[in-house]
């Protein structure tokens, strides 16, 4: 089955910019989404179609792929900004949405 | 606002079924695709099924297949989870979320709802 592959963590000090990948055969030819998930709330979409925010989602978010990886970016990191983050993409060969296995976002 | 009110969860033993739904507010429900995601304690989203705008299109995920169904109600707003043969590794809070796009399935998950807990456990 397709795997998409995130780091457990990232640390981030307030004001820095934070990345986060999310690598898997072929996600340079799929289109990838973020979804940011607080503790205790369901997900919420940051970014759809590897680059494109919903409206509500500061700049601040940002997509990028290369390669097989896609990278979520958060400029500016706010302490609200803590929180799980996961990648999707459609795997066509199944037929199913697959979700990397989330990273956790601590701001310092 | 698109507003999803998930409801039906609670304890169940195992084998036994459940039956979930999810209210949908302010959005044409009938021109979208809905979906079920499903969240075990302390780990990662695992989607669940698909159900096409107009109901004639239904999709699962092999861990489901078999014993869950998916339908909708178009006319009460209405999506439901149908879950049979319920297994311990089935406990999960299960979202239910709206596709992406209208009428197209993109696959991706635009709003949420909050979600109902499930719990399988003797």
């Known amino acids: 089955s397709y795997v998409l592959t995130q780091p457990p963590s990232v640390s981030v000090a307030p004001g820095q910019t934070a990345r986060i990948t999310c690598g898997g055969n072929n996600v340079g030819f799929r289109s990838v989404h973020w979804y940011q998930q607080k503790p205790g709330q369901a997900p919420v979409l940051v970014v759809y179609?590897?680059?494109d925010r919903p409206s509500g989602i500061p700049e601040r978010f940002s997509g990028s792929k290369s390669g097989d990886t896609a990278t979520l970016t958060i400029t500016r990191v706010e302490a609200g900004d803590e929180a799980d983050y996961y990648c999707?993409?459609?795997?066509?060969?199944?037929?199913?949405?697959?979700f990397g296995g989330g990273t956790k976002l601590a701001v310092l | 606002q698109v507003q999803l009110v998930e409801s039906g969860g609670g304890v169940v033993q195992p084998g036994r079924s459940l039956r979930l739904s999810c209210a949908a507010s302010g959005f044409a429900f009938g021109g979208y695709s809905m979906h079920w995601v499903r969240q075990a304690p302390g780990k990662g989203l695992e989607w669940v099924a698909v159900i096409s705008h107009d109901g004639s299109d239904k999709y699962y995920a092999d861990s489901v297949k078999g014993r869950f169904t998916i339908s909708r109600d178009n006319s009460r707003n209405t999506l439901s989870l149908q879950m049979n043969s319920l297994r311990i590794e089935d406990t999960a809070v299960y979202y239910c979320?709206?596709?992406?796009?209208?009428?197209?399935?993109?696959?991706?998950?635009?709003?949420w709802g909050q979600g109902t807990l499930v719990s399988v456990s003797s």
């Open positions: 979320a709206r596709d992406g796009a209208d009428i197209v399935v993109l696959y991706y998950f635009d709003s």
């Open positions: 179609d590897d680059s």
């Open positions: 999707q993409v459609y795997e066509s060969n199944s037929d199913h949405p697959v």
